[in-house]
């Protein structure tokens, strides 16, 4: 059963106990995943796109945060969105803290 599993720690959570998978089945479940196609990753909002974005929220948001989130060179790499990611993050704790979570 599944509560014995969770109790056997040598139970793998993502390989299957059914001995009655043959080697052949798993080689080929496993080169059918091999050839699925997986999406790239999205581009960051520049130009028009943060432009817009910007925009739309500069009414709702302090100066200061506006500048975190939407910076004047744009968001040429990943880097140039860290500050921005802990505003949001910190923002979100403390949305969390005023409602008597955690």
Not at 36 to 47: H, I, L, S, V
Not at 58 to 83: H, Y
């Amino acid at each position: 059963s599944s509560e014995d599993a969770k109790g056997d720690e040598s139970h793998h959570p993502l390989k299957s106990s059914n001995p009655g998978a043959s080697t052949k089945e798993i080689r080929s479940s496993s080169l059918s995943r091999k050839r699925e196609n997986w999406p790239e990753y999205p581009e960051e909002p520049n130009g028009a796109a943060l432009s817009g974005l910007k925009k739309v929220w500069s009414p709702l948001l302090p100066a200061s945060s506006v500048e975190t989130l939407f910076p004047k060179k744009g968001l040429q790499k990943q880097e140039d969105a860290v500050a921005g990611c802990e505003l949001v993050s910190s923002a979100v704790k403390l949305a969390v803290q005023a409602d008597g979570g955690i």
